[in-house]
């Protein structure tokens, strides 16, 4: 088959994934790629199939072999190191989020998530000079607001951290972490009425 029909397939099984379809295109990917292993776009196509179907292992084998075909594939390593945060693999995300930034230097999501990891590796001051780089390409990004918020905390600069908490809220008055994380830290401070308040404000928007 031509490289044209080929291409024409896996965009028409990925339309048909989109629009609805997604176990019989996911089967029609599998059996492509069975017949064309080397083809990059197809799987990492299929990777993200996999992922939104909650093939999780099976997404990572994948994204692995799109980096093996193509060492340059920043975009399967982007999605494989939010696997890795989301499962609590910290070392392994971070490992991934550098070779992503030797690959695209200071893409501010993976400066923003360095910084998120850094923060879960109990390592909160290091990751704020990531977390400020992300912020000055982007100051309206609440969800870098919000993780520079919780490395004040850990930090025990509260006063820095309720000011980012709220800048955060103010930016997305509907991202709840914002109000959790801000009543977190005025139970911190033993202020229990402020908290409360705040922890209800989460709940409100997000009653899990």
Known sequence: MSQSYNTTLVNKIIADFQKGEKHSSFEKLKEFLNTNQEDNTARYNFALMCEELNYIDLAI?????????????????????????????????????????KIKFNYQPALRDKAVV???????????????????????????????????????????????????????????PSYNNLG???????????????????????PN
Request: proline share 1%; with cysteine.
């Open 61 to 101: 084998e994948n994204y692995y072999q799109v980096i093996k075909n193509d060492s340059k594939h920043w975009r399967s390593r982007f999605n494989l190191y939010l696997i890795f945060i989301n499962q609590k693999k910290y070392e392994q995300a971070l490992e991934l989020i550098n070779e992503v930034l």
């Open 184 to 206: 977190r830290c005025y139970h911190l401070q033993h202020n229990r009425e402020l908290a409360l308040q705040y922890y209800n404000k989460a709940l409100k928007i997000n």
């Open 118 to 176: 850094l923060y879960y590796l109990n390592k909160a001051d290091e990751g704020l000079i990531y977390i400020q780089k992300s912020l000055t390409q982007n100051p309206l990004d609440y969800i870098a607001l919000n993780t520079l918020g919780l490395i004040y905390m850990a930090m025990e600069m509260f006063d820095k951290a309720q000011e980012i908490f709220n800048q955060s809220i103010k930016t997305n008055s509907n991202y709840f």
